[in-house]
């Protein structure tokens, strides 16, 4: 068995415990918590402290908290000489204290308190500084998911960067999407299988391929009823850099 | 049974041919192609007409061809006082010749020539210019589709330009994270269950709900490393437009 103590009771951390629970070669020894309530629905209570000082002896540490606490915490930690990581996208391996090993195990998936996710499918990336603990890192990965890659901290920074692009800003798109459909009193769910048809393209053709619409045509027509059309010069503007960005790189083919 | 003509052989057209050829309400009589090969895998080659002057007679005439072909394709048809469609999001009913009554079949979805698509669960949005013609476009409509709206042509306008930013400009943001992992050496199929998710979400949550990342928390030190690790300048215009927005938002909440 691995013994994992895992810091933190955020999503990502909630999700772990629950994804290692299943998970036949992983003991979690431990988890700390700031407040005992946040993590009581999901692991046995005998198991949480709130103590920094009191940590339990295990193979491996896993530091799930907000990235700006990240170098904080690793520098709390009372041990010495321990595999410690953390699970962030957007912080270099560099920034955990050097009296312990370093490593992340960043599971690349967008997580929500309220929705249960299939950790299977899960890319998970790793880091390690020798082979020994990446071995370690890759056979925990391993046992939750069937998608495991070596990814170093600048390689993490451009996956992170991307994830930005297909995640957040996508998402906000849908926003917008949803905000024309309010104004004109149209049920947003009517967008919904075309969103999800969009997403499973990509699974199949590369988004090169998939692009459609009046900006890939260059079909100004359209192009200048849409800009017409849009009152709010926010959504304005955002229309017309994208456009742009399509037409250009049409161009470039 | 209601008679369909279906004028033109592009992706919509075929993907209507084959949806309407399950319906055991509907009788495609006729097909018409200015080139008998780009239909002859789908319809019997006997129903297939190149000849314009040679339509038959039918309920309802189905114009799918491109945009801008749309109004000189319906002032070109010979026939008169039939029920004449179009199937386009973005082109008003009133496009349409006059000599014939005139409505709207738009299938709200994207459309490639290689994947196959389940039509139940395409919401079809449907406009006339009569209550009689209205319930035949609905019967039709119902016969292949779960999900059938009336629209009239602003709000179809309006879902057009939505339909552009959920879709057009969604797969643009994909086509700059596959980028970005090419240039760095990454797997772009690392960002495929994020992509899924992000999709798959919006059916659980409101797009605001599901917001998450560096701009939503408003967390300046990652959106300054983000835009020093950019170097395209096209990139960087369009991270930091997204970024500007999403906060904004954020504001007005």
Redesign the interface.
């Known amino acids: 068995m691995i013994r994992v103590v895992i810091i933190g009771s955020g999503n990502v951390a909630q999700h772990l415990i629950k994804a290692f629970a299943k998970s036949n070669i992983i003991e979690i020894v431990q988890a700390f918590s700031r407040n005992k309530e946040s993590l009581e629905n999901i692991i046995d209570s005998s198991k949480i402290t709130t103590n920094f000082d009191d940590l339990a002896d295990a193979d491996l540490y896993i530091i799930s908290v907000s ?2 606490a990240i170098a904080e915490v690793s520098h709390q930690l009372y041990i010495e000489k321990k595999l410690v990581v953390h699970t962030s996208g ?1 912080i270099p391996i560099t920034d955990l204290d050097d009296k312990n090993r370093k490593g992340v195990f960043y599971p ?3 997580f ?1 308190k309220n ?1 249960e ?1 299939n950790f299977d ?3 998970i ?1 790793l880091e390690a500084e020798n082979n020994e603990d990446y071995k370690l890192l890759e056979t925990l990965a391993k046992s939750i998911s069937n ?1 495991v ?1 070596n ?1 170093n901290s ?2 993490r ?22 905000d ?2 309010n ?6 769910e ?19 391929e ?7 045509r260059n ?1 100004t ?2 192009i200048n ?2 800009l017409q ?2 009152t709010n010069e ?1 959504q304005k ?3 017309k ?2 456009t742009k ?2 037409i ?2 049409g161009k470039k083919l």
Chains 1, 2 share one sequence.
């Open positions: 990235d700006n957007s690349l998936q967008t929500s929705k996710i499918i899960i890319p990336c998608q890659f990814i600048n390689q920074k451009a996956l992170h960067v991307s994830a930005v692009f297909v995640n957040n800003f996508v998402n906000h798109l849908y926003k917008i999407g949803n024309i459909c104004e004109n009193n149209i049920p947003f009517i967008l919904q299988p075309l969103i999800l048809e969009t997403a499973n393209k990509i699974t199949l053709l590369s988004p090169n998939a692009q459609t619409g009046p900006a890939k079909d027509q359209t009823t849409h059309f849009l926010n503007e955002i229309y850099i994208l960005s399509i250009d790189n």
